[in-house]
């Protein structure tokens, strides 16, 4: 009892700070950001669905504060409000990427025309059109448009060579992730763009391994969902649960040497805003290897084995646990 209470009193402590930015957040992405939901919803709502707008939401407030006041701290500066409005605008317009790269383009004219931004460009489906809209809002509030339109078309470089690796039934385990990561390591570096922390070497080895992980994150989350549509990742192929934990594990323990050189304030605040999200992930674990034994084979799995429900009161739980751990 008195372990649990010091746990949670840990966990709270933490996110006392964290709870301000989230809530200053909130409020600005309502101001600023909803609007153009609003409207874009009232012109295509079969495409605008509750889940649909609550997924919006999530990234519009959530990711701002991980990856905007969060990677402000790389450069020792709060975000500006114009950082604010560009980070807000690109961080609701990432889940989008991901149905945008299931579109099929006619030309590779096409294609160009979409990331040079061009103004006279019509998009065809309802969540591409929204994409373009924030991409377009996006534009005149970049201090370098060409450098992150260049990044923009490598992410969706990367996502397409991930989607040839990662249908593959034959691909090996080390190529799926490599391929994987890499395409939400270049996201990350557009949030980085945003902030002008790309010249600084650290600072972009840092945000590269938050892609790195956020990726590794999804795969666990994700694994019903990849395992029934085809989709092969380190999560899917995974044998062992307690080495896929402990890989994860690697990962973060890298994310914290490479914050050594970092103010100590400034890496402890930066750490918290990211395992904040990234503990979560060992709840997903641990009810992994509570439906296992040693060995591992997904198709001998249920949907009730796989999904991790964190609204469960008894995950919240688990969250805190794996929180105070840190």
């Known amino acids: 009892m008195r372990k649990s209470l010091i746990a949670y009193c840990r966990f709270f402590a933490h996110l006392l700070p964290l709870s301000g930015p989230l809530v200053q957040q909130y409020f600005f992405y309502i101001k600023n950001i909803k609007p153009i939901i609003k409207k874009w919803s009232a012109r295509f709502p079969e495409s605008s669905s509750k889940k649909e707008l609550k997924r919006l939401l999530f990234f519009g407030v959530f990711i701002p504060v991980m990856q905007g006041n969060g990677f402000a701290l790389l450069r020792g500066e709060k975000m500006n409000r114009k950082e604010r409005l560009t980070m807000s605008l690109f961080a609701t317009a990432t889940p989008l990427f991901d149905d945008f790269f299931d579109e099929n383009f006619s030309s590779p004219e096409e294609l160009e025309a979409f990331f040079q931004l061009r103004e006279n460009y019509q998009p065809k489906h309802p969540k591409s059109i929204l994409l373009f809209e924030l991409l377009l809002a996006i534009k005149p509030l970049l201090a370098h448009p060409e450098t992150f339109v260049d990044l923009a078309y490598q992410v969706y470089q990367a996502q397409q060579h991930a989607v040839k690796i990662q249908s593959d039934p034959n691909s090996d385990t080390n190529s799926i992730f490599i391929a994987s990561m890499d395409k939400c390591e270049k996201s990350c570096l557009l949030f980085g763009e945003i ?132």
């Not at 600072?203 to 999804?218: E, R």
């Not at 666990?220 to 899917?236: K, L, P, Q, R, V």
């Not at 050594?260 to 674990?285: I, M, Y």
Request: with cysteine; aromatic share 14%.
């Open 195 to 326: 902030l002008n922390l790309l010249d600084e070497a650290q600072a972009k080895l840092i945000i590269l391994q938050c892609g790195l992980l956020i990726q590794f994150t999804d795969d666990i989350f994700d694994m019903w969902m990849d395992y029934h549509s085809g989709i092969y990742t380190i999560a899917t192929k995974a044998t062992s649960i307690a080495t896929l934990e402990q890989h994860y594990l690697l990962e973060w323990e890298k994310l914290k040497q490479l914050c050594q050189s970092l103010p100590e304030k400034n890496r402890k605040r930066f750490l918290d805003f990211q395992w904040f999200f990234f503990s979560r992930t060992f709840v997903a674990l641990e009810q992994l290897k509570n439906t296992t034994t040693n060995h591992f084979e997904i198709k001998n799995h249920s949907r009730n084995d796989l999904v991790c429900d964190m609204a469960k009161v008894r995950n919240f739980h688990r969250w805190v646990k794996a929180f105070s751990n840190n």
